[in-house]
């Protein structure tokens, strides 16, 4: 008698690829093939999982037609099953997927769209978690502010994109055909802060100089050697801008010893 | 719990409520529709943002039940204790007056394979369902309510009776029972067995919820039909039938109106809870409780 670990592995199996004949011996036929009762399942899970990447790419979808994505996602999930009951968090590596599809290689910038996509969904289903506390903050003495370490918050994110992602992404969802037709495909790279706030999601460009400074605070360098290493900008007033913009949940300082790498 | 500042969504009455389903959310919050109580997917509000936000002012309104798809109550491999944290955070979060979840199976080997999939009805795995469900409430500090599965297959080795396995499963873990009358029908016309029978050998007093809702029929190329359980229609006269004699051998318990897929306009869910409301009335009144609905 197999053990019910034996089943799940032999039913995940034949879920996973139609052709694993694993579990059938173990099925009762009762004028129905086990293959074709163990399809009904394959099919839910499947659609199920398209389900989840429709909902976490709908300009995508939109972009490439319901039965190209269907195509794609199918056989995207056949290498990448979901691993969390949280489909919300499913299709991460959808974007790059994409980008070497195949068949998608004449949307060069699908891609792109895609991990703006991504970013927007993983920043809509973050934690809710508090803000900077700017008070705080300000009680920190002008000779300890090169020390500070940001931490980032969940519901904010930064993305590179060769293209124009973001007015693609728009002109998708809004179903605005001149928008899209005024995109500029090469008018790239650009920078993208995508933020919660409480109008909804808020997609904004920043410059090359201030995003290399900002993917420096999030990755928590202290505040001097990211100032040093930034180069050309004015300091003070990008950071005024990210500080009150819901990109940051805290901060700490970096210890005076023993502080160097 | 005590000291939670949020007012709680208090008990789940015995009356009909609708599972609350994202496009229904704006409708729900802005005109308030009279319905007894809400029922949500627990693994859609695991996180924050606005539909954990909406839900939370919702919830000031109406007494909420988080039905679970995700806990894999019958996975050999155990429970996942990453998801049945996020899972407890949703539960703290919203405080909800019943919480419930599936006797199916749906990770292994690390996969979610988005599914109810069904149990071998054996004594190891009723000792494996009984360990999971004995961790959830552990960890939940809670009672739980185990649903009967719709299914499409049985295994040859099966030796329990699925009604029974899961009667045994309510007497030793103390969860209770969430009888989907649906899914006994949908059950009962697969594989030949006899949804009455069913509904009798489940403990009455172990039944803390009703699930309706409507199926689909499959014809197969032999001349069967397969019943699929997909909530995609309004609930068949049979299964309203089946749920009057659930009332019958449960007393009033709170119902619920599921629907998942081509999900209709609140109107059609609300005119569809009224049916088991006006249901639950008439079993009050024929068993002297004019306040029962």
């Known amino acids: 008698m197999p053990t019910l670990l034996e089943i799940e592995r032999a039913v995940r199996a034949a879920l996973l690829d139609p052709g694993n004949d694993d579990a059938l011996r173990h099925i009762v036929a009762d004028g129905i093939a086990p293959e074709n009762r163990l399809a009904i399942y394959r099919n839910t899970y499947v659609s199920g999982a398209v389900k989840a990447l429709e909902l976490n790419f709908p300009a995508v979808r939109n972009l490439v037609g319901n039965e190209f994505f269907e195509g794609a996602a199918r ?78 918050s969940p519901s904010a994110g930064l993305i590179r994109a060769d293209c124009p992602a973001d007015e693609i992404w728009r002109a998708v969802l809004d179903g605005d055909d001149d928008a899209m037709a005024a995109v500029d495909p090469g008018a790239g790279p650009i920078w993208l802060l995508v933020r919660r706030g409480t109008m909804g999601i808020d997609v904004a460009r920043l410059d090359e100089a201030d995003a290399r400074f900002l993917l420096l605070l999030i990755d928590g360098t202290p505040l001097d050697d990211a100032l040093a290493m930034a180069g050309d900008i004015d300091g003070p007033a990008v950071l005024a801008r990210f500080l009150t913009g819901g990109v940051f949940a805290g901060f700490d300082l970096q210890k005076e010893q023993g502080a160097s790498r | ?62 007494p909420i039940s988080c039905h679970g798809v995700g806990l894999s109550l019958g996975s050999a491999e155990g429970i996942e204790k990453r998801h049945l944290a996020r ?89 209770g029972i969430l009888c989907d009358v649906n899914n006994i029908y949908v059950s009962a016309h697969n594989h030949g067995w006899d949804a009455r029978a069913y509904l009798a050998a489940l403990p009455a007093e172990a039944v803390g919820e009703i699930h309706l809702a409507g199926h689909s029929a499959r014809r197969l190329e032999n001349g069967r039909t397969i019943l699929i ?46 049916g088991a409301a006006a249901r639950l009335t008439a079993f009050g009144k024929e068993n002297g409780n004019a306040d029962a609905a």
């Open chain 1, 75 to 152: 056989i995207y999930i056949d290498a990448n099953p979901p691993e969390s009951a949280c489909l919300d968090d499913y299709g991460a590596g959808f974007p790059d997927f994409l980008a070497d599809f195949p068949p998608a290689q004449s949307l060069a910038y699908l891609g792109d769209v895609a991990r703006l996509e991504w970013m927007v969904s993983r920043v809509l289903h973050a934690a809710d978690t508090p803000s900077l506390d700017v008070a705080r903050l300000s009680a920190v003495p002008p000779e300890d502010h090169g020390r500070i370490r940001f931490a980032p």
């Open chain 2, 1 to 62: 719990m005590m000291t939670s500042p949020k007012p709680s969504s208090g008990p789940v009455p015995a009356s009909a409520g609708i599972g609350l389903r994202f496009p229904h959310h704006r409708a729900v919050a802005e005109t308030a529709p009279a319905i007894a109580w809400l029922e949500v997917h627990t693994e859609n509000y695991v996180g924050g943002g606005p539909s954990v936000s909406t839900l939370e002012a919702i919830r000031r309104d109406y």
């Open chain 2, 87 to 175: 899972i407890g955070d949703v539960i703290e979060r919203f405080e909800p007056g019943l919480v419930s979840e599936h006797l199916s199976w749906s990770v292994s080997g690390g996969t979610y394979l988005a599914d109810l999939l069904p149990l071998p009805m054996t004594e190891e795995a009723l000792d494996i369902v009984c360990r999971n469900v004995e961790t959830v409430q552990d960890r939940l500090k809670r009672r739980i309510l185990v649903e009967n599965p719709s299914s499409y297959l049985r295994y040859r080795h099966s030796t329990i009776p699925e009604a029974e396995f899961i009667a045994a499963v309510a007497g030793r873990t103390g969860c």
């Open chain 2, 229 to 274: 359980d997909d909530h995609g229609s309004r609930v068949i006269p049979e299964v309203w039938a089946l749920y009057e004699a659930a009332l019958q051998r449960f007393g009033p318990v709170p119902s619920l109106i599921e629907w998942d897929t081509n999900v209709p306009a609140l109107d059609v869910l609300l005119d569809e809870a009224a």
